[in-house]
């Protein structure tokens, strides 16, 4: 079987802690060479990747796969590592680079890679800006390369079978979504809470998850249409001051963003979604599904996950999807891109659906500076263009400074 020869730009927290284990399960994917420019994070990936690998192959050896083991092996022994981008792609013989470095670099790595004729996928967001994110769209349309923008959640066990419940009509027509991605921040790093490094804070950073994860469940053959921030907190500060990587400091950036959107098809249909992207915990509804005839909430029950289906007559029906891991949804997004490749066809989530999915961000800012007024993406779009016609190459930071303007203190 023809495997897909896979660089690693950026070796931190995300690829450390969620692409690296998936690559002992992707028989697909052969990880070729990992690339940081800091040192340190490149060995401390290095080790763990050698003791990942080694943990799996003694796993296989005990489970009698000598196949497995030996491809493992294999792997790990020739593994290489870099501390220069431009050193990998000429060494290596790349199909596939893997990009896990801060939302700043996104695009210009991703825009290095198709130029070398190299395939892309980029964890999310895509880029820090809508302006950046058309840079590498017309880059992908010169190389005729294969780009997939990396959304774990649409390959986790929990939302691919509630899109497959949605599509068998389970509920009817949907019509709203509430979803929240919360928790109390990443202060361990001090670069999220940078707006020229991060393009943003927790909607950039953590809504995106549930405004992509709402649209595939809504549907990607409809388009976002309309953003609002959402009253009565809109895109905020709420935690003034926090404890980043080791000190006690103000930030710019927002902790927390309550964003409406609605996504629309030609055929007259619509979903309506509530976001909360969120740095200082959860405070809006429930994540729910409500369509015409009913509803599904995904409930967890200890370590088990469960989707609980009601309908307007009272009935309800759960389903245990039993052990679910975080991992396995890189598993899939990783193998999803390999499988694309070697089919040479596109992933489902493209260029297209990553670069929409920052302008709904962006969108949602814009909003915001407004009084949280309705902002349409074809509006915000022609805003940030304008904005590129007069700044030229400084109209990224330019954009990223005018929509932080509007992050309200509260």
């Known amino acids: 079987m023809k495997r897909i020869k896979v660089g690693v730009i950026g070796s931190g927290g995300i690829f450390q802690g969620a692409h690296l284990p998936a690559y002992p399960d992707i028989a697909e994917a052969q990880l070729a060479a990992l690339c940081d420019i800091s040192e340190p994070v490149l060995k401390a990936a290095e080790r763990k990747a050698r003791s990942i690998y080694q943990e799996r192959i003694q796993k296989a050896k005990n489970e009698g796969d000598v196949d497995l083991a030996e491809r493992l092996k294999e792997d790990i022994e020739g593994l290489k590592t870099y501390t220069s981008f431009s050193e990998m792609l000429s060494k290596e013989n790349l199909d596939l680079v893997d990009i896990c470095t801060p939302a700043k670099f996104h695009a210009p790595i991703a825009i290095e890679a198709l130029k070398s004729g190299v395939n892309v996928m980029c964890e999310k967001p895509m880029a820090r800006t809508y302006l950046e994110c058309l840079d590498v769209l017309e ?17 986790h066990p ?78 905020c500060i709420r935690m003034k001051t926090r404890i980043i990587q080791g000190m006690f400091r103000p930030f710019e950036v927002e902790d927390d963003a309550h964003v409406l959107m609605r996504f629309e098809n030609d055929a007259g249909e ?130 990223l400074k005018e929509l932080i303007k509007g992050v309200a203190r509260i």
């Open 270 to 399: 619509w979903v309506t979604a509530h976001v909360e992207g969120s740095w200082s915990h959860r405070d809006s509804m429930d994540t729910v599904i409500i369509g015409t005839n009913g509803e599904i909430k995904p409930e967890a029950r200890g370590d088990e996950n469960f989707l609980v289906i009601s309908d307007a007559k009272g009935g309800r029906r759960e389903f245990n999807l039993g052990k679910t891991s975080w991992i396995q949804s890189f598993v899939g997004e990783i193998k999803n891109a390999c499988i694309c490749l070697l089919n040479n066809v596109r992933s489902f989530c493209d260029e297209k659906i990553g670069a929409e999915t920052t302008a709904i961000v962006q969108s949602a800012y814009l909003s915001q500076k407004r009084g949280k007024k309705p902002v349409f993406l074809d509006e915000f779009k022609r805003y940030a263009l304008k904005i590129r016609e007069k700044e030229g190459d400084r109209a990224s930071e330019i954009l």
């Open 158 to 235: 929990l939302w691919y079978n509630v899109r497959k419940f949605i599509e068998s009509g389970a509920i009817g027509e949907p019509q709203l979504i509430f979803m929240a991605t919360a928790h109390g921040g990443p202060e361990w790093a001090s670069w999220f809470w940078d707006l020229d490094i991060a393009g943003g804070g927790a909607l950039l950073d953590n809504g995106v998850h549930a405004i992509t994860c709402s649209w595939f469940l809504g549907g990607f053959d409809k388009r976002p249409t309309v953003v609002k921030a959402a009253e009565p907190y809109g895109i």
């Open 139 to 155: 880059c992908v349309e010169d190389s005729k390369k294969i780009y997939q923008h990396n959304e774990n959640w649409l390959f």
